[in-house]
């Protein structure tokens, strides 16, 4: 039987390990790791729990082979584009934030000044597409028995091409939200009197009939929100009430246990699992 007894931990200014021990004669006694989808997985391997190859090429102690520690980690990518603005805009962040249910997109704008302290502010603004529910899966692997060593993750963005195919959709739409009445006025007007926009960074694809270009600016743009999960999915590694399964008194409680994302920023779903 394996059985969670409590928690060693150092903190980055004295390098002490200590000790914390949970009541032994309390039933309700548990530890309750919510370390995030990084961080869970992180200890969770150091403890010996996880793939049984992959900790012994560590020289861990394998005390539970649990296979689909760190799998099927997940992150929904990100595609956007920013424009520059000829004129004043509020440096605020998001504002409006809106979810197609069509294309199960999520887009997002906002403005920003590059230098508030200069003279001649520069604006600008920027518009986000994100595919919101990812096939793409990846994992996370430690590289070292010491825990301040970050763990290499591998998210596999876009390998699927359901999420490719939902971030060049994403694209288009962009591409036409720029084409409204709304959006000429951040146009800028050359010498010869045409306006147009100017990019920082890679310009929206021209013919948005070309899927080659829509398919090289998403890998080009490839960005995230940080709202990766997985690694401690329920069924795998947890149960259904987020016991880590063939251990007792462990629960993962965090955005590790999802399989699927929530679609939209996870917080709320996160801070609703206690």
Excluded: W
Excluded at 162 to 178: I, P, Q, S, Y
């Amino acid at each position: 039987e394996i059985k969670a007894v409590g928690v060693e931990f150092t903190s980055d200014v004295d390098g002490v390990f200590h000790n914390v021990s949970i009541n032994q004669l309390s039933q309700r006694s548990e530890v309750i790791l919510s370390a995030g989808t990084i961080g869970s997985n992180q200890l969770l391997l150091l403890s010996g729990i996880g793939p049984s190859q992959e900790l012994k090429e560590l020289n861990i102690t394998v005390l539970l082979d649990l296979p689909f520690v760190g799998k099927g980690i997940s992150d929904p990518p990100l595609a956007s584009v920013n424009l520059e603005s000829p004129k004043p805009l509020p440096s605020v962040s998001v504002q409006v934030a809106g979810i197609l249910d069509d294309s199960q997109l999520y887009i997002e704008g906002l403005s920003y000044s590059i230098d508030n302290n200069a003279t001649n502010r520069q604006y600008i603004g920027l518009i986000g597409s994100k595919v919101a529910f990812p096939l793409s899966r990846g994992e996370l692997r430690i590289n070292s028995t010491d825990p301040k060593v970050t763990p290499s993750v591998q998210y596999n963005y876009l390998s699927d091409p359901f999420d490719l195919e939902k971030c060049m959709l994403g694209v288009r739409v962009m591409a036409n939200l720029t084409a409204t009445k709304s959006f000429q006025e951040y146009k800028f007007t050359s010498t010869d009197n045409s306006s147009t926009f100017q990019f920082l960074g890679p310009a929206l694809p021209q013919n948005q009939s070309n899927n080659e270009d829509l398919a090289n600016f998403c890998r080009d743009t490839l960005g995230s929100f940080f709202h990766y999960h997985g690694g401690c999915h329920i069924g795998s590694v947890v149960d259904e009430k987020y016991r880590v399964n063939g251990v007792n008194n462990l629960r993962v409680v965090d955005g590790s246990i999802y399989k699927d994302s929530p679609g939209t920023n996870p917080q709320a779903t996160t801070m609703m699992l206690g």
